[in-house]
């Protein structure tokens, strides 16, 4: 299973954007995703997840109501969109896939099996 991210970047504090994980898996569809992200010197945390058809999402608290993440199934990609940056969301930013069955969205990174090489965001002041 190969995973891609892309739309990282450097943006001002306030700005959106929009990431993208493209799997190359012909089972995503049935997969819960995850995104996490690591900041330089902290260990890797969860962002947001979201179950395998889309009607199920969960957010870190400090996300919540900035981030929203969703899924197109036919394009086999996940997105995380991401709006009113702050400096402290700047970190490498991970999509994950969890390939064994289940109707949940997973926040603990143990639950995923296979992730992305990440992709850097720096949201600057």
């Known amino acids: 299973v190969r995973l891609v991210e892309s739309g990282g970047g450097l943006v001002q504090a306030g700005d959106s954007l929009r990431l993208s994980c493209a799997a190359s898996q012909g089972t995503f569809s049935t997969s819960a995703m995850g995104w996490f992200r690591q900041a330089p010197e902290k260990e890797r945390e969860f962002v947001a997840a979201?179950?395998?058809?889309?009607?199920?999402?969960m957010y870190a608290d400090s996300v919540k109501c900035r981030f929203t993440v969703s899924r197109d199934n036919a394009k086999n990609t996940v997105y995380l969109q991401m709006s009113n940056l702050k400096q402290e969301d700047t970190a490498v930013y991970y999509c994950?896939?969890?390939?064994?069955?289940?109707?949940?969205?997973?926040?603990?990174?143990?639950?995923?099996?296979?992730w992305g090489h990440g992709i850097q965001v720096t949201v600057s002041a």
């Open positions: 994950a896939v969890r390939l064994a069955p289940g109707r949940y969205s997973y926040p603990g990174d143990h639950e995923y099996d296979h």
């Open positions: 979201i179950t395998w058809s889309g009607e199920g999402t």
